[in-house]
C-alpha cells in the first residue's frame, strides 16, 4: 500500500517513547513502507524489556521488541552523530521521533515530522517524563478501571505508547496526503495523554451532557441506564470468566430470548428471568434491585458453563457474549484460524506465530517480510560507506 | 468527481474534496468517519428511521434524560463533522438512490455484520460497480470471512474475546472491565489508517481498495507482545494489579483528599534515590537491600505501604509536584471530568464545543494528533436524523423537486 514511502525512526533512551516510534513504525513498515531504525550504540532501550524468547535475556530476544520491530532495517548512531543523522533522513518522507530532536521548521519542507511524546510537543508539561502508567493516569482511562472503591488499576500489558503509535500512523499518513497538493511536509504533534482520552468517550459525553461523573465499578458497566443502574459484563465461569450483560434494543433483546432458551434446554431454574416479556424489554429503566435479582440467575447460570461452552453456544444463537480469553484461547480460535491470521516468523532460532496484519487488503493480509532486525544489522546496505561506524561504535553496540 | 490532489491551494484541510458515503452503527464505523471528517472530507451518515442506530435508540445520555433519536448525546458525539441522510434501503427505489450517492463517492464505510448490505443489493460488487475506484472499508466484529463472521458483537465483549479484560485487575480477582467497548476504538484508528494508505494509493496508482477489517484482529494488534510471550514460553500472561516487569516500585496511591490519587513509577536506582529524597529521606528507606531493583521488588508490597503512608498526607497536586520536580515520573489520576480543565490538552485543544440543535452545548473530541499545517476538526455536533436528505438526494444525486417529493410520499427516505 505504502511502497515507496521512506521513514526513519529516531530512537532515544526513553522506553515509552520507543516503544510508542517503534508500534507507528511498525504500522507503516506493514503496509509496505521503507522504515529504517536508527538506535543509539547501545541500542533500542526496549531491546531489553523483559519478557524474553526462552526467557533468556539478549537484546533480539525481547518480546516488547519482537512484537513491535518486525519489517525494518536497523542502523546505530549516536545522539552527537548529525553527519549520518542528516545523510539519513536526505532521501526520507517521513521521520518519527520521540522528542523534538529534529527541530520541524529547520526541517527539508517536504519531510513530515511525527513527535510522540507523552503529553504533546508544546505546553505546561511538554518535557514532563511519563510512563505508561502516568500517561494513562493522566487521561482519566486509569481512573475508569478497577474495584470502587480501591486504586485505579492499569493494564498489565502497557497500552498508551501503542495507542500513540497507532495514531501517529494516522497523522502520517494526512501529512503525506496534504503534500500531495501542498507540496509541504509538515509536523504531526502526538500525544499520549490525549490519545488515551479517546479510549473512553461515553464518560466524557457523560461528564459533559448529563453532568455526570462515571466511576470504576469493577465488573460492572454504566452508561446503559436512566436511572443510574449498572450491568454487570464481567462473569466467573466453571473454568474461567465470560462476559455478557443483560441489554435491550434489538440484538439485546433477542440474546435475552437466546439465554432463556439455553436455560431451558439446561433445566436450568430462573424463574425471574424466564418470566421477562422480550417484546417490550427495556433496559434503560430497570431498577438496581431488578438488574440485582435478575444477574443473580444468569450469575448462577454462568457458572455452570465453560469458557468454551459459552463461546459455541453464543455463537450457535448469534446472541451477544464473549469468553474473558487468554493468549492460549486466542490462539486456538477457530475464527482467526480460518481467517489465517497467524504467521510463522523464525527469530533467533525460534518460530513464533505472530499476529497477523490489522486488515485484509484487497484479501491480502500484510505479512511479516522479515525479522525484527539486529543491532546495526543493516548498516552497509543503507549508509554509503563513508558513513559506515568506525569499529568502536560497533564494540560498543555488542 | 473529486480526488487528492485536486484540494484548492488555499485549502489546509488534507481530505478537501474527499467525499465519503457511511452505513454505520454504533462507535466503530462512524468514528473512522468523524476523523475523515475531521480533516476536511465530506462524509454523508447514511441511516434508516426504521432502524436506528442503538446510540440514537438505546444508549444515554439524552437531553434532560428523555429519549429520542435527536436527543441522543453519544449518536451527535460520535458522528460529528458529517451531514445525515435517511433512506429505507428494504425499498428498492432507496437501494437504487443509494448506489447513485456511491456513484459520487470515494470512500464507502459500512459496519454491520458479514453480508448484510449485499442482502440489501449493496454487495461490494454492486458498489465497485458504480465506482471501480472506491475504496470500501467493511469493518465488523469478526471480520468478512470464516465461521464467526455472521456473529453480531458489541466492543465491551469483543475487548473480553481478544485478551484485554484477562489483563486488568487484581489476579486473586474476577476482572474489571476497560470501561466501555475499547477494542471498537484500537479498529476506528486501524480503520482510519486503512483508508487513508488506500487514499494515498489510489492517488499514485488509480486503484480502489476493498478493506476488510475484523474488530477483533485489529484490537490483537495491541495484544501482541503478550500473544508472542504465549507463543514464545508457553505462559499465560495475566492481570497483576499495577505491578510492572521492570518498574519497582510501580502503582497508584492515596493522598490526603477523598478518592484522589497519584501514579508514580521508578525505572532504575537512581530514580530510588531520587524518590527516597522526595519522601523526605524517611528512615525505612535507608535499607541497603533497596538499593538495587531486585530487593524492592522482593519487598514491594511492603515499599507501597510506606510510600502510600507519606501519600496520605499530601494534597494530589502537591505531591506530584513534587516528585516531579525530582525528575521522577509521576501525575495525578484524573477523572474524566477534570479532563475538561486540563491545562496541557487545553493547550492542544483537545475538546471543542458546539452547539447542537437540540441538545445545546456539546463537547466534541479532537483528534490526539496535532497537525501544524492542517485546520482540524471537528467542527459541528453529529445531524439531526435526516437533517441533510434533501440537500444530498437534490443537491448531490440530482433529483427535482417532483421527484424527490414523490420518493418522500413513497417513504423512500424513512
Known sequence: MLDGLRVIELIGDDVWGAAAVGHCGRILADLGADVVKVEPPTGDPIRTVPPYIGERAAPDRGLLWTALNANKRSVTASPDDTARRAALLAGADVVLQPALTVDPAKADPRLVVVTITPYGASGPLASTPASDLEVTASSGSLWLAGEPGGAPVRTTLPQSPLWAGMYAAAGALLAIIARRSTGRGQHVDVSGQQSMVTVHPPAAVFADVAREEHMRLGPNLLGRSIVGARFRNVWPCADGHVSFAIQGGPIGRHTGRMLTAWMAERQFDAPRFRAIDWAPFDNRTLSQADVDALEAEVGAFLRTLTKREFFAGVIARNMLGYPVADAADIYSDEQLRARAFWQDVAIDGTTLEFPGGFALFDGERPTVRRPPPRLGEHQHEVMPPNLWPAARDTLKAR | ?414
Open chain 2, 1 to 414: 468527481m473529486s480526488s487528492l490532489g485536486q484540494a484548492k491551494p488555499d485549502s489546509r484541510s488534507p481530505l478537501v474534496g474527499i467525499r465519503v458515503v457511511e452505513l454505520g452503527w454504533a462507535a466503530a464505523g462512524p468514528l473512522v468517519g468523524t476523523y475523515l471528517a475531521s480533516h476536511g472530507a465530506d462524509v454523508i451518515h447514511l441511516e434508516s428511521s426504521t432502524a436506528l442506530d442503538p446510540f440514537r435508540s438505546t444508549y444515554p445520555p439524552f437531553k434532560d434524560n428523555e429519549p429520542g433519536p435527536d436527543r441522543a448525546a453519544m449518536f451527535a458525539f460520535y458522528n460529528a463533522g458529517k451531514r445525515g441522510v435517511t433512506l429505507d434501503l428494504k425499498q428498492p427505489r432507496a437501494v437504487e438512490l443509494a448506489l447513485r450517492l456511491v456513484a459520487t463517492a470515494d470512500v464507502v464505510i459500512e459496519s454491520f455484520p458479514a453480508g448484510t448490505l449485499a442482502r440489501r443489493g449493496l454487495g461490494i460488487e454492486v458498489l465497485r460497480a458504480t465506482r471501480p475506484d472506491l475504496v470500501i472499508l467493511s469493518s465488523c466484529n469478526q471480520g468478512q470471512t470464516g465461521p464467526h463472521a455472521q456473529h453480531p458483537g458489541y466492543g465491551s465483549q469483543l475487548t473480553a474475546l481478544a485478551g484485554f479484560t484477562q489483563l486488568l485487575g487484581d489476579p486473586e480477582r474476577t476482572p474489571v472491565i476497560l470501561y466501555g467497548p475499547y477494542i471498537d476504538y484500537i479498529a476506528v484508528g486501524y480503520g482510519v489508517i486503512a483508508v487513508l494508505a488506500a487514499l494515498d494509493r489510489r492517488a499514485r496508482t488509480g486503484q480502489g481498495c476493498v478493506i476488510d477489517l475484523s474488530q477483533y484482529e485489529a484490537g490483537l494488534q495491541f495484544m501482541a507482545p503478550a500473544l508472542l510471550e504465549h507463543a514464545a514460553n508457553g505462559t499465560l500472561p495475566t492481570r497483576a494489579g499495577n505491578r510492572d516487569r521492570v518498574a519497582v516500585p510501580h502503582g497508584v496511591y492515596p493522598t490526603s483528599e477523598p478518592d484522589s490519587w497519584i501514579a508514580l513509577s521508578v525505572w532504575d536506582d537512581g530514580e530510588w534515590t531520587s524518590l527516597v529524597e522526595a519522601l523526605g529521606d524517611p528512615e525505612w528507606a535507608r535499607d541497603s537491600s533497596l538499593a538495587t531493583a531486585d530487593g524492592r521488588r522482593s519487598r514491594e508490597a511492603w515499599i507501597d505501604e510506606r510510600i502510600a503512608e507519606w501519600s496520605r498526607r499530601q494534597p494530589r497536586a502537591s505531591a506530584v509536584t513534587r516528585l516531579r520536580s525530582r525528575g521522577l515520573r509521576a501525575a495525578p489520576v484524573q477523572s474524566v471530568g477534570e479532563l475538561f480543565r486540563d491545562p496541557q490538552l487545553a493547550e492542544r485543544r483537545a475538546w471543542r464545543t458546539a452547539r447542537h440543535p437540540v441538545i445545546g452545548d456539546l463537547r466534541l473530541m479532537a483528534p490526539p494528533f496535532v497537525l501544524s499545517d492542517a485546520d482540524q476538526g471537528p467542527g459541528r455536533p453529529g445531524p439531526l436524523l435526516g437533517q441533510h436528505t434533501e440537500e444530498v438526494f437534490r443537491g448531490i444525486v440530482g433529483l427535482d423537486a417532483a421527484e424527490y417529493a414523490a420518493c418522500e410520499a413513497a417513504g423512500v427516505f424513512r
